[in-house]
C-alpha cells in the first residue's frame, strides 16, 4: 500500500502541482478552475500541493479519507472541494466554470468516483457529453490532459489552452470508472465490477446525481463518447439509461445518442478481421495473412472461454489474441495505427471537434 501511495503522490503532483486552494469548501459547493488563454504555469511549493492533494480525497488508506460516519454523510451524494488556477504572473485568470470532486456510490460498501466536469466555453444550452476512457482501466486524465478536454499538459508540466477542446461545443464530464480506475478507489475488493452490468449501474447512479446536483444541464442533449475497451461500456451505459428513462427511473436523461472511437466491442469478430484490414491497407501480404491467421482458432477458443469462465481466462485469451495484433506490428516495423483512419482526438483534434459538433447538431448524415 506505501509503494501505491507513492505512485499516486506522484502522478498527482504531476497534475495539481499549478493548484492553488481557495479558502473555503463545503460538502456540495461547485469547484471553479480559473484558467488561462496561453498557460497555466505557476510555481507551488511541493509540501503545499501534496497537502491539497491530500485534502481532495485521493488516498483510500489516509483515515481523513473514511468519512462513512462522518455526521451527516449520505451514500450517494457528490462531494466536491474549490481550488483555483492562477497564471504565471500571479494574477487571478478567467473563471468559466470547472468542477471536480468524488461520487460515493451508493450501492458499493465504499466506493468513491472521481470526476472532472467542465462547462462549455460556448454555451450552457450545448449538449452534455461524458467521455470514458478505456483500458479496461485507463484514467480519464489521459484524454483530459492529451486528447479532447480543455488544457493540454505540456512536458515542463505547464497547462496550455487546447484550441480543439471538446468544451467549446459541449458541457463534458471525465469520469474515472470503474472503481480502481485513476482517482477512483474503494476500501473494499467487492466493489471492483468485473462485468458491464455493474459498470453501468455505477454510472447510472452517478449521472442521476450529477444531474441533481447540476439541474440547469438536466433537459440538455445528452451524448455517450469514448475510445478502445470503452466500446464496452458505451452501448451498456446506453441500454442503462434508456432502461431508467422508460421505467421513469429518477431524473430523465435527454439521451441523443452515442459515438465509439477506435472501440473494442466485440473481440470474436474484430480479432479475426485484423488480417484482412492489414492487407487492404497494403501493411502485409496474402502469404503473411496466411501464416498469422493460424493464430485465429486459438484466439477464439480463448474468447469463448473467457466469456464463460471469466478470471484468468479473460487473461490468456488477451495474450494469444493479442498475438494477431503484434504479428501485423512486427511486419510493418510498428506502423503508428492511429493514423490509419480511426478517429482520435489525439492525433486528429481538429476533425474529431468537428465530428462532434457535427454529430451533436444532427448534421452528420449517420
Given at each position: 500500500?506505501?509503494?501505491?501511495s507513492?505512485?499516486?503522490?506522484?502522478?498527482?503532483?504531476?497534475l495539481f502541482f499549478?493548484?492553488?486552494?481557495?479558502s473555503?469548501?463545503?460538502?456540495?459547493?461547485?469547484?471553479?478552475?480559473?484558467?488561462?488563454?496561453?498557460?497555466?504555469?505557476?510555481?507551488?511549493?511541493?509540501?503545499?500541493?501534496?497537502?491539497?492533494i491530500?485534502?481532495?480525497?485521493?488516498?483510500?488508506?489516509?483515515?481523513v479519507?473514511?468519512?462513512?460516519?462522518?455526521?451527516?454523510?449520505?451514500?450517494?451524494?457528490?462531494?466536491?472541494?474549490?481550488?483555483?488556477?492562477?497564471?504565471?504572473?500571479?494574477?487571478?485568470?478567467?473563471d468559466?466554470?470547472?468542477?471536480?470532486?468524488?461520487?460515493?456510490?451508493p450501492?458499493?460498501?465504499?466506493?468513491r468516483?472521481?470526476?472532472?466536469?467542465?462547462?462549455?466555453?460556448?454555451?450552457?444550452?450545448?449538449?452534455?457529453?461524458i467521455?470514458?476512457?478505456?483500458?479496461p482501466?485507463?484514467?480519464?486524465?489521459?484524454?483530459?490532459?492529451?486528447?479532447?478536454?480543455?488544457f493540454?499538459?505540456?512536458?515542463?508540466?505547464?497547462l496550455?489552452?487546447?484550441?480543439y477542446?471538446?468544451?467549446?461545443?459541449?458541457?463534458?464530464i471525465?469520469v474515472d470508472?470503474?472503481?480502481?480506475?485513476?482517482?477512483?478507489?474503494?476500501?473494499?475488493?467487492?466493489?471492483i465490477?468485473?462485468?458491464e452490468t455493474?459498470v453501468?449501474?455505477?454510472?447510472?447512479?452517478?449521472?442521476?446525481?450529477?444531474?441533481?446536483?447540476?439541474?440547469?444541464?438536466?433537459?440538455?442533449?445528452f451524448?455517450?463518447?469514448?475510445?478502445?475497451?470503452?466500446g464496452?461500456?458505451?452501448?451498456?451505459?446506453?441500454?442503462?439509461?434508456?432502461?431508467?428513462?422508460?421505467?421513469?427511473?429518477?431524473?430523465?436523461?435527454?439521451?441523443?445518442?452515442?459515438?465509439?472511437?477506435n472501440?473494442?466491442?466485440?473481440p470474436?469478430?474484430?480479432?479475426?478481421a485484423?488480417t484482412?484490414?492489414?492487407?487492404?491497407?497494403?501493411?502485409?501480404?496474402?502469404?503473411?495473412?496466411?501464416?498469422?491467421?493460424?493464430?485465429i482458432?486459438?484466439c477464439?477458443?480463448?474468447?469463448?472461454?473467457?466469456?464463460?469462465?471469466?478470471?484468468?481466462?479473460?487473461?490468456?485469451?488477451?495474450?494469444?489474441?493479442?498475438n494477431?495484433?503484434?504479428?501485423?506490428?512486427?511486419?510493418?516495423g510498428?506502423?503508428n495505427?492511429?493514423?490509419?483512419?480511426h478517429?482520435?482526438p489525439?492525433?486528429?483534434?481538429?476533425?474529431a471537434?468537428?465530428?462532434?459538433?457535427?454529430?451533436?447538431r444532427?448534421?452528420?448524415?449517420?
Open positions: 500500500m506505501a509503494s501505491l507513492l505512485i499516486k503522490i506522484s502522478f498527482a503532483l504531476s499549478f493548484l492553488l486552494p481557495s473555503s469548501s463545503s460538502r456540495l459547493p461547485f469547484t471553479t478552475i480559473k484558467n488561462h488563454q496561453q498557460s497555466l504555469t505557476t510555481s507551488y511549493p511541493q509540501s503545499q500541493a501534496e497537502k491539497l491530500r485534502s481532495f480525497n485521493l488516498f483510500p488508506e489516509d483515515l479519507n473514511i468519512i462513512d460516519n462522518e455526521p451527516g454523510f449520505t451514500p450517494g451524494t457528490l462531494v466536491e472541494k474549490n481550488f483555483s488556477f492562477l497564471a504565471a504572473s500571479g494574477s487571478s485568470v478567467e468559466l466554470g470547472h468542477h471536480a470532486g468524488y461520487y460515493s456510490l450501492h458499493t460498501k465504499a466506493a468516483m472521481f470526476y472532472y466536469f467542465f462547462e462549455s466555453r460556448t454555451s450552457k444550452d450545448d449538449p452534455v457529453v467521455w470514458l476512457t478505456g483500458g482501466g485507463c484514467s480519464s486524465a489521459i484524454a483530459l490532459f492529451y486528447e479532447n478536454g480543455p493540454k499538459l505540456t512536458k515542463n508540466l505547464s496550455v489552452w487546447n484550441e477542446g471538446w468544451d467549446k461545443a459541449s458541457n463534458i471525465f470508472q470503474p472503481i480502481g480506475t485513476g482517482f477512483s478507489y474503494s476500501s473494499d475488493d467487492d466493489d465490477r468485473t462485468d455493474g453501468s449501474n455505477d454510472l447510472y447512479d452517478f449521472l442521476q446525481a450529477f444531474f441533481k446536483e447540476h439541474p440547469q444541464f438536466s433537459k440538455n442533449d451524448f455517450i463518447t469514448g475510445e478502445s475497451y470503452a464496452h461500456y458505451i452501448p451498456a451505459l446506453a441500454s442503462r439509461v434508456h432502461k431508467g428513462n422508460k421505467a421513469k427511473e429518477g431524473i430523465p436523461i435527454n439521451l441523443k445518442g452515442f459515438a465509439i472511437g472501440g473494442l466491442t466485440n470474436g469478430v474484430q480479432y479475426p485484423y484482412d484490414y492489414a492487407v487492404d491497407k497494403g501493411l502485409i501480404t496474402k502469404e503473411d495473412q496466411v501464416s498469422i491467421n493460424r493464430l482458432p486459438d477464439e477458443q480463448g474468447i469463448k472461454e473467457c466469456e464463460t469462465d471469466g478470471g484468468d481466462t479473460c487473461s490468456l485469451a488477451y495474450s494469444t489474441c493479442q494477431i495484433f503484434e504479428s501485423i506490428l512486427s511486419i510493418t510498428n506502423i495505427i492511429f493514423k490509419a483512419g478517429m482520435v489525439m492525433d486528429q483534434p481538429k476533425a471537434l468537428q465530428m462532434l459538433k457535427s454529430w451533436t444532427g448534421k452528420l448524415g449517420a
